[in-house]
């Protein structure tokens, strides 16, 4: 697989742009990606994505946090070192609320965080569509399409991509 | 129909000001929006960095004396053991509040007008939670223990009692820093990838390069990036309802008259609420107009914002009348005489300072006009800000300087210290916002961006739009 070159594209409109993702999947090119510098409607079907895991990362961690400091307090201020403040028992579960809260969300979020850097890939400095020059539009107005395929699809692909309305195909060869 | 003509006929008579002044397409508004990161460094910055640097000064040499002298350099003493620095500390933390309920409970109720200035305000909360979380530190009298706050397996074999909300302050707040600020960054990164791609020095493209770290705008990460960032938003929303909640329980908790009422928490967050927008008001008239970014924060952001503080200026002015009400309803003497002696005790003047500037000045929002006046607003903006000040001296320092047993009454009066902490700290977050205004791009540019899609198809499904044609496909196009 490391010997896998990258065809990049440039489309002038995301109509088209999304009809190439789905014309290469329909010839059975798996490995594609769009970059825009908005999300695009329609993505997400064009490229046949799955449904994204972050909010059952954000809620198993949510619920894990607020587990954690639930038993954190009733453990440390319950049993381990009771303190009798005020006559209150030591267990006293409405005074145990805002620190379960606190933790349930601090846990989801820094999950939600850590969980999309790690879904994106990121960090990654490089990558082989940066070899482009011009893909630096992908970030401002630019509507791109990259294709990972072995180097033997290369002109195929460039060829097909051109046919799409592609308004530049560039060739990243060593990948 | 000439094109002026023809808006004019159709325009929204609900919405006379637009949230975007034109239609300017992508690569325009990088352009604009880059262009106060990208440019060289004006004087003007420079100028107004090396003066509040003064103010920084102030707040170093206030900070270190606290350190050396301890917390006898302050004014605080007994009965007033609380005075400028839980002020300051509950002032800053409710400044904040303004960012996350622009950029997390707008961003829920579809408020498209929150989009071009929910960077602003979450930077400005960033910085005020910083200068918040150095009080009750610094307070803490022997300040370089901090740590023993939290839960961890000390030699001195005792835990944080949780029974006490003083350690419910320490997880809220350490929450509510930490989560601001992942959300900030997590906004940031499709911009520090449009600054990477933009830069025109190698050092720059490098150093936004590292920041954006790898983003391609990549389908694979929008669809993470947008569920994650509404999640966040999500999580966001009580948890700025919760933080103030937990504040204003270090005083509904207590026992004292003028504390120990049930009204604070919902009467906290109002006024956190209040004393944000019109931080962000300060703020943002000044930079709009100093960046040249008056086309994407139009008159209509400026006119909403002013609602909202008429809006939570009047449920401030609830809280007050309702706690009033309570002091004499309830009929306890303590809690009568702390009310009265608000109106008639030494510091009355700071309590009808509070008056006129948290129930009087929020009045003049009432008038379409007033809201469209930028010296009303930002006069009126700082106002609130020095009267919701006020307010939080008022409840902490002056309930305090009667106790219970007239004998132990003292007054309560600041040293040169309270004076520079207080000040100091305005410089700071100076500082720290201007340094914000040069490096990172003040306005989201992706989310703009986004936001232009939305009204050109808000117009294209009312049947007039100017860009319409732009949704379209080349061979779709009429």
């Given at each position: 697989m490391s010997a896998r070159a990258y065809v990049v594209a440039e489309f002038a409109a995301e109509a088209p742009l999304l009809a190439a993702a789905r014309a290469l999947r329909d010839q059975g090119h798996a490995d594609l990606d769009l970059h825009s510098p908005v999300p695009l409607h329609g993505a997400e079907e064009a490229l046949g994505l799955k449904r994204s895991v972050v909010p059952l990362i954000a809620l198993v961690l949510g619920v894990?946090?607020?587990?954690?400091?639930?038993?954190?307090?009733?453990?440390?201020?319950?049993?381990?070192?009771?303190?009798?403040?005020?006559?209150?028992?030591?267990?006293?579960?409405?005074a145990f609320i805002p620190v379960t809260f606190e933790l349930g969300v601090l846990f989801s979020a820094l999950g939600i965080f850590f969980g999309l850097f790690k879904l994106w890939g990121m960090p990654r400095l490089h990558h082989p569509v940066f070899e482009v020059e011009a893909f630096r539009s992908a970030s401002v107005d630019g509507l791109w399409l990259s294709a990972a395929v072995l180097p033997d699809r290369v002109p195929a692909v460039t060829a097909a991509l051109t046919a799409l309305g592609a308004r530049q195909v560039e060739i990243v060869e060593d990948a | 129909m000439t094109t002026e003509t023809r808006a004019a006929a159709l325009a929204d008579p609900l919405e006379p000001v637009p949230v975007l002044v034109g239609r300017p397409d992508d690569r325009a508004l990088t352009a604009s929006l880059t262009a106060p990161v990208l440019q060289p460094t004006r004087r003007g910055w420079l100028i107004l960095v090396s003066v509040l640097m003064v103010g920084v000064g102030f707040w170093m040499l206030s900070l270190a004396t606290t350190l050396v002298v301890g917390i006898g350099a302050w004014g605080n003493n007994i009965p007033v053991a609380w005075a400028f620095d839980i002020t300051t500390f509950v002032w800053w933390i409710g400044i904040g509040h303004a960012g996350t309920l622009i950029s997390a409970i707008l961003l829920l109720f579809q408020q498209k007008w929150r989009t071009s200035i929910n960077r602003f305000s979450e930077a400005m909360t960033l910085f005020a939670v910083a200068m918040a979380g150095v009080y009750p530190?610094?307070?803490?009298?022997?300040?370089?223990?901090?740590?023993?706050?939290?839960?961890?397996?000390?030699?001195?074999?005792?835990?944080?009692?949780?029974k006490s909300a003083l350690p419910w302050d320490v997880f809220a707040i350490s929450t509510y820093a930490t989560v601001s600020f992942l959300f900030w960054f997590m906004g940031l990164i499709p911009d520090l990838a449009t600054l990477r791609d933009t830069a025109p020095t190698r050092l720059k493209r490098v150093v936004y390069g590292i920041f954006a770290f790898g983003w391609r705008g990549s389908a694979r990460h929008w669809q993470h990036y947008r569920i994650g960032y509404l999640l966040m938003a999500g999580l966001g929303t009580p948890l700025v309802v919760s933080v103030h909640t937990i504040v204003s329980f270090d005083f509904a908790i207590s026992q004292l008259p003028g504390w120990h009422t049930t009204i604070f928490?919902?009467?906290?967050?109002?006024?956190?609420?209040?004393?944000?927008?019109?931080?962000?008001?300060?703020?943002?008239?000044?930079?709009?107009?100093?960046l040249g970014l008056e086309q994407v924060i139009t008159m209509k952001h400026l006119d909403n914002m002013a609602k909202v503080?008429?809006?939570?200026?009047?449920?401030?002015?609830?809280?007050?009348?309702?706690?009033?009400?309570?002091?004499?309803?309830?009929?306890?003497?303590?809690?009568?005489?702390?009310?009265?002696?608000?109106?008639?005790?030494?510091?009355?003047?700071?309590?009808?300072?509070?008056?006129?500037?948290?129930?009087?000045v929020p009045q003049l929002f009432w008038?379409?006009?007033?809201?469209?006046?930028?010296?009303?607003?930002?006069?009126?903006?700082?106002?609130?800000?020095?009267?919701?000040?006020?307010?939080?001296?008022?409840i902490i320092a002056v309930s305090l300087h009667r106790d219970f047993i007239p004998s132990s009454w003292a007054m309560y009066y600041p040293t040169w210290v309270d004076w520079g902490l207080l000040f100091g700290s305005m410089c700071t977050f100076g500082v720290l916002f201007l340094l914000f205004l040069r490096?990172?791009?003040?306005?989201?540019?992706?989310?703009?961006?986004?936001?232009?899609?939305?009204?050109?198809?808000?117009?294209?499904?009312?049947?007039?739009?100017p860009a319409a044609h732009a949704l379209q496909a080349p061979e779709a196009r009429p």
């Open positions: 894990a946090g607020a587990i954690t400091g639930y038993l954190m307090q009733w453990w440390m201020v319950g049993v381990d070192f009771p303190i009798n403040v005020g006559g209150r028992p030591p267990h006293s579960a409405p | 530190i610094i307070h803490l009298g022997r300040p370089w223990f901090f740590w023993w706050l939290m839960p961890y397996p000390s030699t001195n074999q005792i835990w944080p009692n949780f928490p919902p009467y906290f967050v109002a006024g956190a609420i209040f004393s944000g927008f019109a931080m962000v008001l300060t703020l943002m008239i000044p930079a709009r107009k100093l503080i008429l809006a939570t200026g009047l449920m401030v002015s609830y809280g007050y009348a309702m706690e009033h009400f309570m002091a004499w309803y309830g009929g306890n003497d303590g809690e009568a005489f702390a009310f009265l002696n608000r109106w008639t005790g030494p510091y009355a003047p700071i309590w009808y300072m509070q008056l006129a500037c948290n129930v009087l008038f379409p006009a007033l809201r469209r006046n930028l010296v009303v607003l930002f006069v009126a903006s700082v106002l609130v800000n020095v009267g919701m000040w006020a307010e939080r001296f008022m490096f990172l791009p003040v306005i989201p540019i992706a989310e703009v961006k986004e936001l232009r899609r939305e009204l050109d198809h808000d117009d294209f499904a009312a049947g007039h739009g």
